[in-house]
Structure formats: structure tokens, C-alpha cells
């Protein structure tokens, strides 16, 4: 079994800053692209950012310039350092992860999401 585990979710002032981090626990042999969704209140969940196991990232428009993904493969964690926030980035956030489970399956896992909101 493999768990993902966010965390760095919060309270904060628009123009704020905040750092989410996703770890990933359990049965690994390598973990394969990650990513962080959000899912706002009547909405559907999005794409924010991803990035490969060899640091290729991708991010949607509405973040660019104001959020970075990262990772740190030793520690199957990837991190969000979100920026310049604003009231519309207030949503739940997820991350996902694709994984090479020891034994050879390959599976997508979500973790449980950790709530961002910014508000003055």
C-alpha cells in the first residue's frame, strides 16, 4: 500500500505566501510524475502544476509566475511554493502521484487534500 500524505495548507492574506508539501509513503520502488489539483466550492478539480521524475514541470495559466513546484526525489516529496496569493486560489488542494509499487504495479494515488484559503 502507498500513502500520500499534504500538508503546509492554511489562512492567509491576499499577496500572502504559502509552502505545501506531499509526502509519499508505503510500497514504493519509484515514484513517476506528480502533481498538485485544486477543487474549489461548485467547481470542478484542475490541474495546478506537475512535474516529472526529472524535473519537467508543467503549470496551468492562472498560477505562472506566482507558483513553483518542486521535488525532492530522495524523499518522494513534492512541494507547492505558492506566492502573491489571491481569493481565487481558495480551494482544496491535492496531490496525486504516479507510482512504480514494489511488485511492479504502476498506480495513480491521491492524497486527502489540505484546505488553502485567502482572505483579508
Known amino acids: 500500500q502507498v500513502q500520500l500524505v499534504e500538508s503546509g495548507g492554511g489562512l492567509v492574506q491576499p499577496g500572502g505566501s504559502l509552502r505545501l508539501s506531499c509526502v509519499a509513503s508505503?510500497?514504493?520502488?519509484?515514484?513517476?510524475?506528480m502533481g498538485w489539483y485544486r477543487q474549489a466550492p461548485g467547481k470542478e478539480r484542475e490541474l495546478v502544476a506537475r512535474i516529472t521524475s526529472r524535473g519537467i514541470t508543467k503549470y496551468v495559466d492562472s498560477v505562472k509566475g506566482r507558483f513553483t513546484i518542486s521535488r525532492d526525489n530522495a524523499k518522494n516529496t513534492v512541494y507547492l511554493q505558492m506566492n502573491s496569493l489571491k481569493p481565487e486560489d481558495t480551494a482544496v488542494y491535492y496531490c496525486?502521484?504516479?507510482?512504480?509499487?514494489?511488485?511492479?504495479?504502476?498506480?495513480?494515488?491521491w492524497g486527502q487534500g489540505t484546505q488553502v484559503t485567502v482572505s483579508s
Open positions: 508505503g510500497s514504493i520502488s519509484l515514484v513517476n510524475d
Open positions: 496525486l502521484a504516479t507510482i512504480w509499487e514494489l511488485g511492479g504495479a504502476i498506480n495513480d494515488y
